[in-house]
């Protein structure tokens, strides 16, 4: 009996290119999520955003609307890259993921006050998790012509 449990060896299963970058998408809009519900615990931002700003930023109807759309596309990528073909899927995610890289710099330009240690971590995050998407997508599995 003690033999059989030697031989017995764990089996590593691929898992497929979708269901990769779907899940990446999924872990980002998490972080993208816990890092705005951490920042309701600084002080004086709840105050703040009931007065319809922060950190020197004016909330209006466009800005937020902007701030949807841009936050809906993680969303929308984990059902565009289950259900695309793998070549538009893999455009789509590269750019997706430099988009993301960029909105990424600009925010660092935006509001009065320096960021908390917990936000630059999430950003870190987020921009390890971008750049994993691009090179996933970018090194697509190629299938084996005969």
Same mark, same amino acid.
């Given at each position: ?51 319809? @700003? ?5 909330? %209006? $109807?466009?800005?937020?609307? #902007? +701030? &949807? ?30 988009? @993301? ?5 600009? %925010? $660092?330009?935006?509001?009065? #006050? +320096? &960021? ?31």
């Amino acid at each position: 009996m003690e033999s059989e449990k030697r031989k017995r060896s764990l089996q590593n299963e691929t898992v497929d290119i979708k269901v990769k970058l779907a899940l990446m998408w999924v872990a980002l809009m998490f972080l993208y999520l816990y890092n705005d519900i951490f920042s309701l615990f600084q002080p004086g931002h709840i105050v703040d955003l009931a007065d319809g @700003h922060l950190e020197g930023v004016h909330f %209006t $109807q466009t800005l937020l609307f #902007s +701030a &949807s759309v841009l936050m809906a596309l993680p969303s929308l990528m984990v059902l565009l890259t289950l259900s695309a073909g793998a070549k538009a899927n893999r455009i789509i995610n590269i750019s997706a993921g430099f988009f @993301h890289i960029l909105v990424l710099v600009a %925010t $660092q330009f935006v509001g009065d #006050s +320096a &960021s908390w240690f917990y936000w630059r971590f999430y950003e870190l995050l987020e921009a390890l998790i971008l750049l994993m998407i691009i090179r996933s997508s970018w090194k697509w599995p190629s299938a084996q012509l005969l």
